[in-house]
Antibody, heavy 122, light 105 residues
């Protein structure tokens, strides 16, 4: 079964850090760009970050709201993508979804995890 | 900043009716996708490249449009189709979602 599973969420104080993991299975992980999205309580979807494949130097893109604070990486040998979140703000509270790109161009995302909840609160 | 606007915000329909959802962006898309989301679930990819159905998506779902103006049509609504639908615009390394359209009974 093709799937991704997120982990690492939790309750954290403003200004602290958290690292999310996304473990993939059922497909050739290294062949696909990956992305993180988030959804604040009762709100819509927001793209957070994107990482290309090794063939594209694993370059990354970030939403303006997280650029400079969040870092996405991948370990193809373990089929895992990471999201290192630093200097967390209350506005970062959301369900964080990991997703697999349908194609190499990263135009759409066809496999989504169930999400991991991040709560930033003092 | 790219702005993606979906309309209407809410669509109240009955099973068997047709739903027409609109997605308009402030600039032309390189790619446009549609997703369905039900409460407590992650999004599900329905349409990519504006008009291609993702694997396993019933043919009552269809997408059309080009440039910055796109439409998702759901023919003969089934009870399981009542959900929130998001369009996702991609251009110049930025992925932007519309605010969603809720299709309710």
């Amino acid at each position: 079964e093709v799937q991704v599973v997120e982990s690492g969420g939790g309750l954290v104080e403003p200004g602290r850090s958290l690292r999310l993991s996304c473990t993939a299975s059922g497909f050739t992980f290294g062949d696909h760009p990956m992305a993180w999205f988030r959804q604040a309580p009762g709100k819509g979807l927001e793209w957070v970050s994107y990482i290309r494949t090794k063939g594209y130097s694993e370059t990354t893109e970030y939403a303006a709201s997280v650029r400079g604070r969040f870092t996405m990486s991948r370990d193809d040998s373990k089929s895992v993508a990471y999201l290192q979140m630093n200097s967390l703000e209350i506005e970062d509270t959301a369900i964080y979804y990991c997703s697999k790109s349908l194609r190499i161009v990263g135009d759409a995302f066809d496999i989504w995890g169930q999400g991991t909840v991040v709560t930033v609160s003092s | 900043e790219i702005v993606v606007t979906q309309s209407p915000g809410t669509l109240s329909l009955s099973p068997g009716e047709r739903a027409t959802l609109s997605c308009r962006a402030s600039q032309s898309c390189e790619y446009l996708a549609w997703y369905q989301q039900k409460p407590g679930q992650p999004p599900r990819l329905l349409i990519y490249d504006g008009s291609y159905r993702a694997a396993g998506i019933p043919d009552r779902f269809s997408g059309s449009g080009s440039g910055a103006d796109f439409t998702l049509t759901i023919n003969r609504l089934e009870p399981e189709d009542f959900a929130v639908y998001y369009c996702q615009h991609y251009a110049t390394q930025v992925w932007t979602f519309g605010q969603g359209t809720r299709v309710e009974i």
